[in-house]
């Protein structure tokens, strides 16, 4: 078998685990821990999650304190070298803070594989939301569980990278 090959059984076998009960109540208190020893460890170039799925740090001012804030996130690229992000947070039924400072600040950056670069996020139109969860399921199957599941519209943005450096 091939890496990518891999890659896929192992996501097979994963993500019907990511949709538990049990998940959802202790991945959003175990994971952040774990994700931000690792990116000290290797300086940014390694996620957890990033070894199933593309990953990357989302950096954004928060949308009431302006303090820098950092989200590791998953994220699906959409072919035209953009980043798709779902503001699941793990099926809760409160959108995700990153979700409002993104609305509040919509310049931002990204680091992804130790590599920092300025982005401008874009909420994904209604009419584009089907098709975009259905490029998200292709990489994670089962994913758009976590908006049915949460009882809210999970807010989906399109992180484009651009040129000048963002604020802060």
């Not at 959409?78 to 609305?103: E, Y």
């Amino acid at each position: 078998m091939h890496m990518p090959q891999v890659v896929d059984v192992v996501r097979a076998l994963i993500a019907p685990v990511t949709r538990t009960r049990l998940f959802r109540r202790w991945g959003p208190i175990a994971l952040p821990p774990i994700e931000a020893a690792l990116a000290r460890l290797t300086n940014g170039r390694v996620q957890l999650s990033g070894l199933l799925v593309p990953s990357l740090v989302l950096h954004t001012l928060g949308a009431k304190s302006g303090e820098p804030r950092d989200a590791p996130l998953m994220y699906t690229p959409d072919g035209r070298g953009r980043a798709i992000v779902a503001g699941s947070n793990f099926a809760d039924g409160r959108h995700p803070a990153w979700t409002a400072n993104l609305i509040a600040h919509p310049d931002a950056a990204i680091t992804v594989r130790g590599r920092r670069m300025p982005v401008r996020a874009s909420l994904i139109p209604d009419e584009d939301r089907d098709a975009t969860w259905a490029r998200i399921e292709r990489q994670w199957p089962g994913y758009r569980g976590y908006e049915r599941e949460s009882g809210r519209v999970v807010r989906l943005f399109v992180l484009q990278p651009v040129r000048e450096a963002p604020p802060g």
